[in-house]
């Protein structure tokens, strides 16, 4: 199609060049927002039935307790080579104390956490045999936040806002977000002169994000959020056109970064311009945690001051290292750069 620029080239010199820009997210500050949670695994061996009732029986052989959601986005930042603060609202129970343990092994500060003793700390039980999900069981509610805690966040947000570089809005539906304290949060951003980016939730609309720089869905939140029949699109490059420009006029949002798994990114600037990047993944084992990667790597890379499409190229090496791991993984530098390095496009 016309609109669209041929997929961008990968060669080795463009590879050593994003190698080289990795290095600049030293010193950068990204400040994320949204619901945190804890991923615990339960893994082990289906070997029978059970005879109370006709459900697998697991052996147990391995337990594993991960930061997830937000806290995900926060430890890639870090484990990316930059700097972090989380801001959110959690519970005053278990979970939290879990939560911050493993905030402080990854060196991800927890003086952003609010304490609602009204609200359960979210926490998803992952029961698996091998790479193959058996049940989920979460502990979690989806409410709006008191007044109270919205007050105490946007006060925690005057106070780092000069500290940061780039603001991430990282919405889980769990109900840390209302429009009207996403909106709270623009003002303060564009007051402050500071970068602000989304990574949406279908289950909202595409105003709800109103004033954000860029916005990151994937293709079927895009879809829910600007209620696009795509049915009525018989070319699927001009559906992604079309999907991707509505919802970038629907939020005002300068940038929209369109992620379509095994088919890369199509990125939408501010210049009409429409850019295809394809998907570095060699393997997939499990996508859970790729679009916190991919946000983590975009905001270091416009903190960095790299032109988007080669933030968008490192955050897909990013993305392609960590679905090829079994569960909610941070990508590491090392892992990333030995990935670019050796991929063969």
Excluded: W
């Amino acid at each position: 199609m016309s609109n669209f620029i041929q997929p961008l080239s990968v060669d080795p010199a463009t590879r050593q060049r994003l190698v080289e820009k990795i290095s600049l997210f030293k010193g950068k500050t990204i400040l994320v927002i949204g619901d945190v949670g804890v991923d615990e695994y339960v893994m082990g061996a289906v070997k029978r039935i059970s005879p109370e009732a006709p459900v697998p029986v697991l052996d147990v052989e391995n337990e594993d307790k991960r930061l997830g959601l937000a806290a995900n986005v926060a430890q890639n930042v870090v484990s990316l080579g930059g700097s972090v603060h989380l801001l959110s609202v959690i519970g005053s129970d278990d979970g939290a104390e879990i939560l911050k343990s493993l905030l402080k092994k990854s060196n991800v500060p927890g003086q952003g956490l609010i304490f609602d003793p009204s609200r359960p700390t979210t926490r998803k039980m992952r029961i698996m045999s091998g790479q193959h999900h058996l049940v989920r069981i979460d502990h979690e509610i989806r409410k709006g936040l008191s007044e109270k805690s919205e007050v105490a966040l946007l006060e925690k947000l005057q106070t780092l806002i000069s500290q940061v570089d780039v603001v991430v809005l990282e919405d889980y539906a769990k109900g840390i977000f209302s429009q009207g304290l996403v909106q709270k949060i623009v003002a303060i951003t564009k007051d402050a002169g500071k970068f602000l980016m989304v990574d949406p939730h279908q289950t909202k609309f595409a105003e709800f994000y109103k004033g954000v720089d860029l916005i990151k869905p994937n293709y079927s939140e895009a879809l829910a959020l600007t209620k696009v029949h795509e049915e009525n699109i018989e070319d699927n490059a001009e559906r992604v056109l079309h999907v991707g420009r509505t919802l970038q006029k629907m939020t005002g949002a300068g940038q929209v970064v369109l992620t379509q798994g095994a088919h890369g990114m199509t990125i939408f600037s501010q210049n009409q311009q429409v850019t295809q990047v394809p998907t570095f993944a060699k393997k997939v084992f499990d996508v859970t945690g790729a679009g916190d990667t991919v946000i983590a790597a975009l905001a270091l890379g416009v903190a960095a001051g790299l032109p988007l499409t080669e933030s968008c190229m490192i955050a897909n090496f990013a993305a392609g290292v960590v679905v090829g791991k079994v569960g909610c993984v941070p990508c590491e530098t090392a892992d990333l750069i030995s990935s670019i390095q050796s991929m063969g496009i």
